[in-house]
Structure formats: structure tokens, C-alpha cells
Nanobody
Framework: QAQLVESGGGLVQAGGSLRLSCAAS????????MGWFRQAPGKGREFVAA????????YHPDSVKGRFTIYRDNAKNTVYLQMNSLKPEDTAVYYC????????????????WGQGTQVTVSS
């Protein structure tokens, strides 16, 4: 059974950094595109990063571009989200997701989801 487990969330001051990890198991996720989403209290889910199966292609929306970086280590079946220059508005539960496509830069093609990890940025 496919499983995604996020870790690395926590409380950080504005301007600080965190690195989230997503450990995948149960399938050969190295063949698939991966992504990160977030959901803040009272708001809808927001797509924040995507990476292709090889890691050669990545996508970040303008809201996080230049501050967040997605990358992966297929040997470890792990995807990371490096978050720098964090702002209070980045506070949310962050979810890792896996697509069955080699690359998915939209939010309509992810089928496997983790349980989420809380990121709180204080001002």
C-alpha cells in the first residue's frame, strides 16, 4: 500500500527556514511526479511545488518562488521542500502528494497524499 509520511514541520520565527521531508513507500515513487500543497485555517488547499520524476523539472507558484525549493532523492524515496525567508502567511499544514504521471505542475493529478505536517511562522 502506498504511503507518504511528512516530517520537519514546526514553529519558526519570520525570516527563518525549515526543511520538510516526505518519505514514500509501497510504490516506486521514483517514477512519478511529486508535489507539495498547503492549507491554512479557513482557506482552500494551495499548490506550492512540483517536481518531475527525475528532478530535472520543478515548478513553484509566484507566492513562494524564490523562497521555496523542491528537490528529491530517489535513492532514498524522499522528496524535500526547503523553505527560506518564511512569513507568517506561510503558516499552514503542508501535505506531500504523488502523481501517477512523470510530472504534474497542476493540482488535479495527484492521487496519493500524506497526513500533513504543521508549519507555524510567528511574527
Amino acid at each position: 500500500q502506498a504511503q507518504l509520511v511528512e516530517s520537519g514541520g514546526g514553529l519558526v520565527q519570520a525570516g527563518g527556514s525549515l526543511r520538510l521531508s516526505c518519505a514514500a513507500s509501497g510504490r516506486t515513487f521514483s517514477n512519478y511526479g511529486m508535489g507539495w500543497f498547503r492549507q491554512a485555517p479557513g482557506k482552500g488547499r494551495e499548490f506550492v511545488a512540483a517536481i518531475s520524476w527525475s528532478g530535472a523539472d520543478t515548478y513553484h507558484p509566484d507566492s513562494v518562488k524564490g523562497r521555496f525549493t523542491i528537490y528529491r532523492d530517489n535513492a532514498k524515496n524522499t522528496v524535500y521542500l526547503q523553505m527560506n525567508s518564511l512569513k507568517p502567511e506561510d503558516t499552514a499544514v503542508y501535505y506531500c502528494a504523488a502523481s501517477t504521471l512523470a510530472y504534474c505542475s497542476g493540482d488535479g493529478c495527484y492521487v496519493y497524499w500524506g497526513q500533513g505536517t504543521q508549519v507555524t511562522v510567528s511574527s
